[in-house]
């Protein structure tokens, strides 16, 4: 039974920080891709970050040089640091992995907001 369990959201300021934190269970995490998307009230869902499981990353432009995507495998957890943070980028984050998404899976998300 597969399970995504996103933690490490909350409210902060402006130029405030936070790391949210993903962990998988009955994925097969090593050899899959690993995404971070989010989605703001009334918008569609969107990818923010991905990272191989070689550990090559690619993000979206508008995050681009604020925030970090990373992995450990031992953990089976995915990470996004998130830097600068701007009230645009207030939403609901989802990590999740491109056999499930197709299925229509996705995990609770963790809630991000940037306000002061």
């Known amino acids: 039974q597969v399970q995504l369990v996103e933690s490490g959201g909350g409210l902060v300021q402006p130029g405030g920080s936070l790391r949210l934190s993903c962990v998988a269970s009955?994925?097969?995490?090593?050899?899959?891709?690993m995404d971070w998307y989010r989605q703001a009230p009334g918008k569609q869902r969107e990818l923010v970050a991905s990272?191989?499981?070689?550990?090559?990353?690619t993000y979206a432009d508008s995050v681009k040089g604020r925030f970090a995507i990373s992995r450990d495998n031992v953990k089976k957890s995915v990470y996004l640091q998130m830097n600068s943070l701007k009230p645009e980028d207030t939403a609901v984050y989802y990590c999740?992995?491109?056999?499930?998404?197709?299925?229509?899976?996705w995990g609770q998300g963790t809630q991000v907001t940037v306000s002061s």
């Open positions: 999740n992995e491109q056999f499930w998404r197709e299925r229509g899976f």
């Open positions: 990272i191989t499981s070689g550990g090559s990353t």
């Open positions: 009955g994925i097969i995490f090593r050899t899959r891709t």
